[in-house]
């Protein structure tokens, strides 16, 4: 079975309880998110507290939707250690504007992110609106997109246009292409809409800032042929018809996120 690294997975929202060795056995290394939903931040804090206690060395926690920290101490997230942390989910909140809104970055969201960053973790602009993610690039913090899609191959709200894809790489951010049919296609996704994108943003920026951000577990939405982790060898032989070499395949794969999660364990605070 063809392990990989995956920047962004739901097995932790979706499924709390369960334990998190099968998803550690069937990925290289895989950042598992805790969306918020709008549940009690009670609630979260057991979830995260849990993960942290008992997750193998190869599985990671991402925060998605901090909107609860309008409210609640950043120093509470922080002890959770997240790798990452995106400010909204689709709409607007206390704190951002999302894809489908039109708000700005707030001055407590501005507070926010330069606290999260001071302690080691990296905002996520997945799902941010375009107005949103230039404030964020002007704190002068770490950036990336756990999840998506290019819209210069399909448009869509939640996709990157070509230049914030740009400012990502620029800042040495690290992008996921995710496995949703609507961010991919219009009409029924397959794995080669998948190597499109992926293909598109390898092509204009190299293939060092590119990895897999699924959204397995976050999504029924899947490409045909393309529905767990067991079905990564068809993405790979994609690859290779395309004449990528090896060692780009390897990066993309596995190496550029093990990189990110790996460097970053020995810089936190």
């Not at 069937?26 to 805790?34: E, I, N, Q």
């Not at 918020?36 to 206690?53: D, H």
């Not at 107005?131 to 770490?142: E, I, K, Q, W, Y």
């Not at 080669?192 to 293909?199: E, G, K, N, P, S």
Request: hydrophobic share 45%; charged share 20%.
């Amino acid at each position: 079975m063809e392990k990989i690294a995956d920047f962004h997975n739901d097995f932790l929202t979706a499924r709390p309880f369960a334990p998190a060795g099968g998803i550690a056995a069937r990925t290289d290394c895989a950042v598992c998110a805790l969306y918020y939903g709008g549940r009690p931040f009670a609630r979260l804090r057991a979830l995260a507290e849990n993960f942290a206690a008992a997750r193998p060395q190869n599985l990671f926690l991402g925060l998605e939707d901090v909107g609860y920290l309008a409210a609640e101490p950043v120093s509470a997230v922080l002890a959770w250690k997240p790798v990452y942390a995106s400010l909204t989910w689709n709409g607007d909140n206390a704190l951002a504007g999302g894809c489908y809104g039109c708000g700005r970055l707030t001055a407590r969201g501005e507070a926010v992110v330069r606290a999260l960053a001071a302690g080691g973790v990296a905002i996520d602009c997945a799902h941010l609106g375009p107005a949103s993610f230039c404030d964020v690039l002007d704190c002068g913090v770490n950036v990336v997109d756990s999840h998506t899609c290019l819209s210069a191959v399909h448009p869509h709200p939640r996709n990157l246009a070509d230049w914030q894809a740009g400012e990502i790489v620029a800042r040495g951010g690290l992008i996921g292409i995710a496995f949703v049919g609507d961010f991919l296609c219009a009409g029924n996704a397959a794995v080669a809409d998948v190597f499109r994108h992926l293909d598109h943003g390898v092509q204009k920026f190299g293939p060092r800032h590119f990895c897999i951000g699924s959204d397995f577990y976050g999504t029924q939405d899947l490409p045909a042929g393309l529905r767990g982790y067991g079905d990564l060898s068809a993405l790979r032989a994609c690859m290779e018809r395309a004449g990528y070499p090896p060692e780009s395949i390897a990066a993309i794969l596995r190496g550029n996120l093990r990189r990110f999660l790996f460097e970053r364990e020995k810089k936190v605070p």
